[in-house]
Every structure is written in structure tokens, then in C-alpha cells.
T-cell receptor
């Protein structure tokens, strides 16, 4: 069974704290993504990674960084949390089946982060 | 740049009936993929179906089928025999190969008994 897990479902942090959100997939996928979802703004891409130690900025990378030291793990770091980073954070991993050419992208359950 | 448009903010359907959720897209990439996701109130994004731009046949996955009309740049999701558990937000998304997805604004589907 396909699995993308995120370290926390709910998280409460204080302004200025350093926050780590971890995402792990067990499908040996190369591509992993971090999104945030906000009412009225939809899903927005923060960062993505095509392979270990590779990362690319998405649409809204400011205030975030990422780490991909192992293929299965993609971490999102909020260097100094601010109230405008209160959001739902969704991790995803993606693969293309070389036989069928079918792509799949699976999401983790999400982390609802509240920054006070 | 890619753009996804979902023109139906909300839809109602009677249980056991079929429903079509609209999605149009715009891209200059010759090769791309189209995805549909379901997001229930719990917040998780559930992958439903994928259609590649070069696929000759429309994708189907159980009660879900994708009505792909490439010339019109539309990728509508058809849910047959609606169930109460189908009530959720539905998102259409697309990307060029291996790139990040661009999402539409979503359609809230409510299935009535």
C-alpha cells in the first residue's frame, strides 16, 4: 500500500521558533514536493526535489528551506516561524511507471500548523 | 505557465446519480499530465485518476472516469453512481512531465440522499 507520512497532524509553535516538518515516503519515488494550502489561495508550491540533495524553489519559498539527505525523506524547515505561516502543509511524492507511462502523485495526510 | 480553471464552486447531486465536474486547462507544453484529487473534510488529498496528454483512451478508475478532450483543453471528471461518501472538495491539476502540479480552485460536491 502506498504510503506518504508526515511527522505531525497538528502543530502549535510560537513566533520565532524554528520548525521542522518531516515527510517520508516508502515508494522509492524520486520526486517530492511541499505545498501549503490556505482558504481562498488554494495549493501553492513551496519547494520540490527531484533527487537526493537536489532542491528547487517553488512559487512561495520565502521563509522556508528544505533538506533531502535521503531519497525517502523530504524535510521542510521554517527558519523563524511567523504568524503568516499558519497553514495546512502538504507533502507529496511522485512517480512515473516506465511500463505504462502512468504518473501518480500521492499526498501525505497534511500538517495543520498554528503559529502564535 | 500553466493554468487550471474549475468554473463550478459547488455542485449538488442525488445519491446514485452520475455527476460531471468541469476542468479546463491552458499550457504550451506538448507533453503533460492531468490529475484529479478528492479532499474530504479531514484535509488529506486523495489521488483519484491520471490522464497523460498522449493517451489515446480516456482514463478510468472504478467509478471515476476522465473525459479528456485535448483540442478543447478540457479534462472533466465523471463520477458514476454517486455515494454519500463522495461529498468532498475535488481538485483538478496538471503539470508537464515530472514537474510540480498546478491546481485549480476546486469544486465542492455535495451528495444528497
Amino acid at each position: 500500500d502506498v504510503k506518504v507520512t508526515q511527522s505531525s497532524r497538528y502543530l502549535v509553535k510560537r513566533t520565532g521558533e524554528k520548525v521542522f516538518l518531516e515527510c517520508v515516503q516508502d515508494m522509492d519515488h524520486e520526486n517530492m514536493f511541499w505545498y501549503r494550502q490556505d482558504p481562498g489561495l488554494g495549493l501553492r508550491l513551496i519547494y520540490f526535489s527531484y533527487d537526493v540533495k537536489m532542491k528547487e524553489k517553488g512559487d512561495i519559498p520565502e521563509g522556508y528551506s528544505v533538506s533531502r539527505e535521503k531519497k525517502e525523506r523530504f524535510s521542510l524547515i521554517l527558519e523563524s516561524a511567523s504568524t503568516n505561516q499558519t497553514s495546512m502543509y502538504l507533502c507529496a511524492s511522485r512517480n512515473r511507471d516506465r511500463g505504462s507511462n502512468k504518473e501518480t502523485q500521492y499526498f501525505g495526510p497534511g500538517t495543520r500548523l498554528l503559529v502564535l | 505557465a500553466q493554468k487550471i480553471t474549475q468554473t463550478q464552486p459547488g455542485m449538488f447531486v442525488q445519491e446514485k446519480e452520475a455527476v460531471t465536474l468541469d476542468c479546463t486547462y491552458d499550457t504550451s507544453d506538448p507533453s503533460y499530465g492531468l490529475f484529479w484529487y478528492k479532499q474530504p473534510s479531514s484535509g488529506e488529498m486523495i489521488f483519484l485518476i491520471y490522464q497523460g496528454s498522449y493517451d489515446q483512451q480516456n482514463a478510468t478508475e472504478g467509478r471515476y472516469s476522465l473525459n479528456f478532450q485535448k483540442a478543447r483543453k478540457s479534462a472533466n471528471l465523471v463520477i458514476s453512481a454517486s455515494q454519500l461518501g463522495d461529498s468532498a472538495m475535488y481538485f483538478c491539476a496538471m503539470s508537464p512531465q515530472r514537474r510540480a502540479l498546478t491546481f485549480g480552485s476546486g469544486t465542492r460536491l455535495q451528495v444528497q440522499p
